[in-house]
């Protein structure tokens, strides 16, 4: 029924060529964007819907990228998804988000639906136990695959991640040099690379101080503010309690502060957290959360212009690209050391 | 390439039929479960790829629904979001996200793509300035829509969202019962149905009281943590600085008590917080946060099981259905009346 608007009729309205028209309609950058939002104006008040489905059967592409992450309600999976977005939109591809919740089913339902519906790529933060094969299956079916956060051993595509061990040794390194010797480890899982480097970094920089740490600094598993939350009453029964606790991410120490507080401590002052991420929250928090600023956006806006690159026919790269991390200062590891002061002054 | 692989290759694989194999692959509820999976298991195997654009082509569904809210990353629409993900993915219908910030043009490239997808249908928390006439086009070509959390005058479908006057009310009630008589409200705009009605709860239940609402209790705008942090400025520059503060949303209510511990006000015993939503972080904050729920998970749900009601044949409604909000008391609006009390008796 919408079909029924021809190219031509459009064209006619406008006085254009039909195959103006058309490029117009796939976004083709031959069409300049001025007369190509004038065509789509028009488009749309003459009712024409341009039928994809169709065309991309004739073209090689669909104009469709997905992602796919853990949970995008995640800020820390929110601020690359923005960043991948933004490149995207400047490129007019559309983009369909999915969580995997590392759950290998889901994320292979949604790699099944981006091939059948002939997506032109896939940038994936691969879910916990995702097989090499996985993503080989996908670059021999036509759809091209970018790492975002996690990596794969022998997967053969290129990927963009912080670098955790490095960024979490910065964190402990600070502690260290404000004379913390007991630093807990709060959250991750050895599953996930992320999870590991990060664990890795806080364990060599203790080390590298000549601290052997402790098994029971290192709670692994909170990876939610809830999780976080829960996580302090472990932490407050620790006996001796250790003086700082650095984190898996900036959800779970922001958890950790709620939890600390309900635990009778007062986050910064009895205990210095240090959170990893800096999402927008980790600068107003009670107390500000020190952290450390991971490069999301360079990630993400990386990531995607890796893709679009493929996309373009540029040969493809197997590279992991390791972006540096920043620590960044705030009151939850500060006025720890003021308090300490207070006491040895007193 | 990949479609070297034919059907009838599958079908001799696990001895079943072709037709079989076709209905399976296409979720067809007609090939038992246990059948479907074996099939598709089998399928990938042998590394055959379902092409679902020439399928839809051929048959009237395409699998898939949009589901286009204003961010994602807001935990409000997170947990709607994870209802409707549940709900879609026992129907087997894949599930593409889209925020459209608020921002008409992007909204309107969302639903194009999806009509040019031939999508099945549509849930949308409508972009401010959404006309009724988007909502009917996408109708008009054979995309259902259902509406959520916002709702559009006369747009003619249905929509699911709580009773955000009432929901207001309840909070404001309460601490009226507690003896406040200057309360502030917090956040939300006029452009937005939920906005106009929350504030009307508020306004309504002042007045019920016989308090006169003062211009300046109304703090427009804020619906982010962050913008809630900086409101806490305006709040604490108020003279007499009101008592208590509902909030257009838990983020508002919990970066407003950031704010307000950073302007040495003790959220909770100074001031008195209400939020709204009931997120999962509202239980853990530091206080516990007040706060309306407004059964997220219940919009998700029925506003899914609609638009699969439609999809089944069953004939449209144009209904708003309200979900009734429930007011959990918890400790932002609890200590405040001990600390009143406290000074009295002293």
């Given at each position: ?267 910064g002052i ?17 107390p ?43 009151a939850?590891?500060e006025h720890w050391e003021m308090s ?7």
């Amino acid at each position: 029924m919408a079909q029924k608007v021809k190219l031509s009729t459009i064209a006619e309205a406008l006085g254009v060529s039909t195959a103006t028209v058309s490029l117009a309609l796939r976004d083709s950058p031959l069409v300049a964007d001025i007369t190509r939002e004038r065509i789509k104006a028009t488009a749309r008040e003459l009712g024409y819907i341009y039928n994809r489905r169709a065309a991309s059967l004739r073209t090689s592409r669909s104009g469709i990228v997905g992602v796919c992450v853990h949970d995008v309600m995640n800020p820390f999976f929110g601020e690359i998804l923005k960043s991948i977005e933004h490149e995207l939109d400047r490129h007019h591809q559309t983009f369909i988000l999915c969580n995997h919740y590392d759950d290998l089913s889901k994320q292979r339902a949604f790699v099944d639906t981006l091939l059948q519906l002939g997506a032109d790529g896939l940038i994936l933060s691969p879910a916990i136990g995702t097989p090499a094969d996985d993503i080989r299956l996908a670059e021999a079916n036509n759809l091209p695959a970018v790492l975002i956060a996690r990596t794969i051993e022998g997967s053969g595509v290129c990927g963009f991640r912080g670098d955790d061990t490095y960024g979490m040794s910065l964190a402990v390194d600070h502690l260290i040099a404000k004379g913390h010797r007991s630093i807990a480890m709060i959250g991750g899982t050895h599953q996930t690379s992320t999870g590991r480097d990060r664990a890795e970094g806080w364990r060599q920089s203790l080390m590298k101080a000549g601290i052997e740490p402790r098994p029971e600094w290192r709670i692994e598993g909170p990876r939610s503010r809830h999780a976080g939350f829960n996580a302090a009453k472990t932490f407050a029964g620790l006996d001796p309690l250790p003086t700082a606790a650095v984190c898996f991410s900036d959800l779970v120490a922001l958890g950790l502060m709620y939890g600390l507080a309900r635990e009778g401590l007062r986050p910064g002052i009895d205990v210095a957290v240090i959170g990893y991420d800096d999402i927008d929250e980790a600068s107003i928090a009670m107390p500000s959360l020190t952290t450390v600023a991971n490069g999301q956006a360079e990630v993400g806006h990386r990531a995607a212009g890796a893709l679009l690159d493929r996309l373009s026919g540029q040969p493809a790269s197997d590279e992991t690209v390791l972006i540096r991390p920043v620590l960044k200062v705030r009151a939850s590891s500060e006025h720890w050391e003021m308090s300490q002061r207070g006491q040895a002054a007193g």
